[in-house]
């Protein structure tokens, strides 16, 4: 089983990934986190990106989930490949042929979480707090989600304390691990 948690940089995702990893774990449930890989980039990133550097991020991300998922049996993600497209297109406009293969990959995510924008973004010396740019990048993973129709689960807007409680009644309520907690 694979979710992934996504929305525009700052929001609270890497939190809920932790969180709820560790809500699988004390399940007995054989989890892992693939992390946000942009931090890793060795190309400039946030409003300074290039096709080549929203690449590598998506191509990394990619492999960090199959990595993960050959050796574990749920695999949180702190993002998607949606997301990632979302950065690239804001940078680079749309890239048909990479959209194309973002939808097929897109396919391989049994649970996606939305987390909105709830306030500004700290300082952490990597991603940018430009309110405008988090915007935009939130909205073009709207327009992504809307216009693929894809299944998410859209977290409430302001209610960041209930945020974990949602996610987990919904994991652990999904038929891949249901049957297994009985």
């Known amino acids: 089983m694979k979710l992934a948690f996504i929305g525009t940089h700052g929001v609270g995702k890497t939190t809920l990934c932790y969180d709820l990893a ?19 980039s060795p190309l400039p990133i946030n409003r300074k990106t290039s096709l080549d550097a929203q690449m590598w ?4 991300q990619i492999a960090e989930e199959i990595r993960s998922a050959s050796h ?10 949606l997301d ?42 990597v991603r940018d707090t430009d309110e405008f740019f988090m915007r935009n990048i939130d909205q073009l993973v709207d327009t992504l989600l809307t216009e693929r129709k894809l299944p998410h689960e859209r977290l409430p807007d302001g ?8 996610v987990k009644d919904v994991v652990l309520r999904h038929p891949q691990l249901a049957s297994r907690l009985i």
């Open 84 to 125: 990632n497209y979302a950065y690239l297109m804001f940078a680079c406009g749309r890239q048909k042929p990479i959209e194309r293969f973002v939808d097929y990959w897109m396919k391989s995510y049994d649970l996606l979480f939305k987390v909105p924008i709830s306030g500004a973004a700290d300082a952490d010396g």
């Open 72 to 81: 574990h049996d749920v695999v949180v993600c702190d993002r998607s490949v």
């Open 57 to 60: 991020i998506l191509t990394t």
């Open 159 to 166: 209610g960041r304390d209930a945020w974990i409680d949602i």
């Open 22 to 40: 560790a809500v699988l774990k004390r399940q007995g449930i054989n989890v892992d986190m693939v992390k946000e890989v942009a931090r890793l």
